[in-house]
């Protein structure tokens, strides 16, 4: 069983930064790409950022230029640095996890972490 746990969220005013982290574990988990989304009311969950292991990151048009996605390996973990952010940005957070546990292919889902951006 793999777990996804995220930290980081919070109230912060437009033009201000968060560093969101996110923690994958699991007895013969081997990660291959972890990624963050968020989903705002009434909109559908998007992919912000993603990485994989060997470090070849990819960005949302809206954040590029804005976050910075990195993954510690041997941690296991992903961080997401959000610098100057819009009300736009307002959103649960989610990290996803995708790799092998053991011989099969998984993919899991953090519970969330609230963001919210005051104008």
């Known amino acids: 069983q793999v777990q996804v746990v995220e930290s980081g969220g919070g109230l912060v005013q437009a033009g201000g930064s968060l560093r969101l982290s996110c923690a994958a574990s699991?007895?013969?988990?081997?990660?291959?790409?972890m990624g963050w989304y968020r989903q705002a009311p009434g909109k559908q969950r998007e992919l912000v950022a993603a990485?994989?292991?060997?470090?070849?990151?990819t960005y949302a048009d809206s954040v590029k230029g804005r976050f910075t996605i990195s993954m510690d390996n041997a941690k296991n973990t992903v961080y997401l640095h959000m610098n100057s952010l819009k009300p736009e940005d307002t959103a649960v957070y989610y990290c996803?996890?995708?790799?092998?546990?053991?011989?099969?292919?998984?993919?899991?889902w953090g519970q969330g972490t609230q963001v919210t951006v005051s104008s």
């Open positions: 996803h996890a995708a790799g092998l546990l053991r011989t099969t292919n998984v993919g899991t």
């Open positions: 699991g007895s013969g988990f081997s990660i291959s790409v």
């Open positions: 990485i994989i292991r060997e470090g070849i990151s």
